[in-house]
């Protein structure tokens, strides 16, 4: 008899699926994807363009994993301490306590009381911090592991570009959200460049590169021989276009 009530009990929590409890629950007033670049507009004109009742989940998403907990942490430790802090203000919602700017979460009221089982609790909240992520990944260039870019690059004769990375470095999550997901960078990158990620920690750099910090960025030509240019830091949609320019400028004189 336990057994067949655990069953039903681990039957019941896979049964459970974080986005369906999201939109039952919070999709009413967290509206989900928006790009950034729409976003900070709407900031410029007072919430006047998108008249939003909440931050957006990918507002959510980045802003709890940037002020909740260590990020240095590993994984599955900063889930649990976002999942307490989500909890937490759901249970008793203060504004004083969000983690959005001041001038975002001066837009918005403080939201009602929110009653979540232990279950939907666990499932949403790891659902909104997968989020971002995911949104990232699927609107903005395709990735390659290393081997993959280097095999890829000299097949079709493209320039392999090495991001160096940390997933709490505020500059490598403004060039995902506001220049990446762009269609002309991703034009642009998709026609002349492999693009792969690497963390500037954990993951060694090839060609014996050292790591310039966070975000860097590393060229290599289509042979995986030579480093063609190396740069650090965060920039505009035009900045890094111009940036491919020159690379690709670069490249033909080999």
């Not at 002020?67 to 900063?78: I, L």
């Not at 609107?139 to 160096?164: P, T």
């Not at 949609?237 to 320019?245: C, I, M």
């Amino acid at each position: 008899m336990k057994t067949l009530i655990l069953m039903i009990l681990t039957i019941s929590l896979f049964a459970l699926d974080g986005e369906k409890v999201y939109d039952t629950k919070c999709l009413s007033c967290h509206s989900k994807y928006i790009p950034q670049t729409k976003l900070l507009e709407n900031i410029k004109q007072e919430n006047e363009l998108l008249k939003l009742k909440a931050p957006t989940i990918d507002e959510l998403s980045f802003a709890l994993k940037q002020r909740v907990g260590d990020r240095a942490n590993d994984e599955e430790s900063h889930k649990l301490e976002i999942e307490d802090f989500i909890g937490e203000y759901l249970s008793k919602p203060d504004l004083n306590k969000s983690i959005l700017p001041y001038r975002v979460k001066s837009f918005y009221k403080t939201m009602p009381k929110l009653d979540l089982s232990e279950d939907e609790l666990e499932v949403v909240s790891e659902f909104i911090y997968d989020y971002s992520e995911k949104m990232i990944e699927k609107l903005s260039v395709k990735r390659y592991s290393l081997k993959e870019a280097f095999n890829k690059a000299k097949e079709e004769k493209k320039i392999i570009m090495v991001e160096g990375f940390l997933s709490y470095c505020k500059g490598c999550i403004k060039m995902d959200r506001e220049v990446f997901v762009d269609s002309d960078v991703k034009k642009a990158l998709e026609k002349d460049f492999v693009f792969t990620k690497l963390n500037a920690i954990t993951e060694k750099f090839p060609l014996g590169i050292k790591s310039l910090g966070t975000p860097s960025y590393y060229f290599i030509d289509s042979n995986g021989s030579k480093v063609l240019k190396k740069l650090h830091g965060s920039g505009t949609k035009k900045e890094f276009l111009d940036l491919l320019k020159e690379v690709k400028k670069l490249h033909s004189l080999i």
